[in-house]
């Protein structure tokens, strides 16, 4: 997982080494290290993985592997995670592959209070580059929350893309022409990504962009908090047309944040909260990396 290769996969299972049902399709994004894969419970004998590309040569490596069933709460869209919970974390194996900073991952180690003039942050000169976050397999995300370096008061400018493949980029978030300081809640259009892309525009104080701290999803407790202050969410992303939109989104995925925002610490006696997964009512097209309703696959039958 150190290494820069990167693999393509899919997974399928049996119950009688015939019928073989595909759980998961990975063949159009690029993963690595420690793979977190959820489903439907199925009745298997048999677990088959074939490896469709590698980044480095022609071979598909694989080093370990666990199976559970397990009654944790979690949320679909097709075969690809919905998570509510931060995965841009060294824990959940993601890497900052592009950018300067004085540790290695500084930008994703969950230490956002121990920096200043000369450390605890990532960087990269204005006009060359960016910041890049490589997550470990592809996810369904929405929002993202980051902490820009603000020991003095100077102000920022930015973009944000994000990609499946690291060819193929779309803009999520654009704040090119807004002074930014400090601590930053962004939400978008949901959308499949494996990459993230931060790229700094402008800074009031010099030519380097400076970012101390970055989640993906934003942490559940300060999404709730800031939709509950917003009159309305104005996103800035680049989306497909009939494409879901921010709004439906989260209002499909409020239970899950719902479970993890609640003040128990277990969720075992909340009978009208989600207690296994959902899957929710999107679709993906094998051409897009955005989220669309499930619907729209019957009115383009109908077409």
């Known amino acids: 997982s150190f290494s820069s290769s990167a693999y393509s996969y899919y997974v399928e299972v049996s119950a009688d080494d015939i019928t073989w049902t595909r ?25 088959r993985i074939v490896g469709t590309h590698n980044t480095v040569n022609k071979v598909f490596h694989l080093v370990s592997m666990e199976v ?12 690809i995670l919905a998570p509510a919970q931060n ?20 930008l994703i180690n969950g230490d956002y209070l121990s920096y200043d003039w000369d450390s605890g942050y990532t960087c990269h000169q204005l006009g060359s580059g960016g910041i890049v976050i490589q997550l470990c ?18 102000s920022y400018s930015y973009y944000i893309e994000t990609s499946c493949d690291n060819i193929t980029w779309s803009k999520a978030v654009d704040k090119q022409n807004t ?21 700094g525009t402008h800074n009031t104080a ?52 719902d479970i993890l925002t609640c003040n128990s610490s277990s969720t075992a006696d909340n009978g009208s909260l989600v207690q296994t997964h959902i899957s929710l009512p999107f679709m993906i097209k094998s051409d897009s990396a955005g989220i669309y309703p499930s619907e729209q696959e019957n009115d383009e039958n109908n077409t």
């Not at 759980?23 to 009745?43: E, G, N, T």
């Not at 824990?91 to 500084?106: D, L, M, Q, Y």
């Not at 397999?137 to 100077?154: A, E, G, I, K, T």
């Open 87 to 106: 995965v841009a974390t060294l824990e959940a194996r993601a890497i900052v592959s592009e950018g300067v900073s004085r540790v290695r991952n500084a």
């Open 179 to 199: 002074a930014c300081r400090s601590w930053e809640i962004l939400t978008f259009a949901p959308r499949i990504v494996v990459y993230i892309r931060i790229c």
């Open 137 to 154: 397999q592809p996810y369904v995300v929405s929002s993202m929350r980051l902490l820009l370096w603000d020991c003095d008061n100077r």
């Open 23 to 47: 759980i998961i399709d990975y063949r159009a994004y690029l993963c690595r290290s420690w793979q977190k894969l959820y489903f439907p419970p199925v009745v298997a004998t048999s677990i």
């Open 206 to 257: 010099n030519e380097v962009f400076h970012c101390v701290h970055f989640e993906c999803p934003c942490r559940p407790d300060m999404l709730k908090s800031y939709m509950s202050e917003q009159t309305s969410i104005l996103t800035t992303d680049e989306h497909e047309e009939n494409s879901v939109t921010y709004d439906e989104y989260c209002k499909s995925l409020e239970p899950l944040l």
């Open 68 to 79: 559970y069933y397990i009654q944790k709460p979690f949320a679909l869209v097709r075969d």
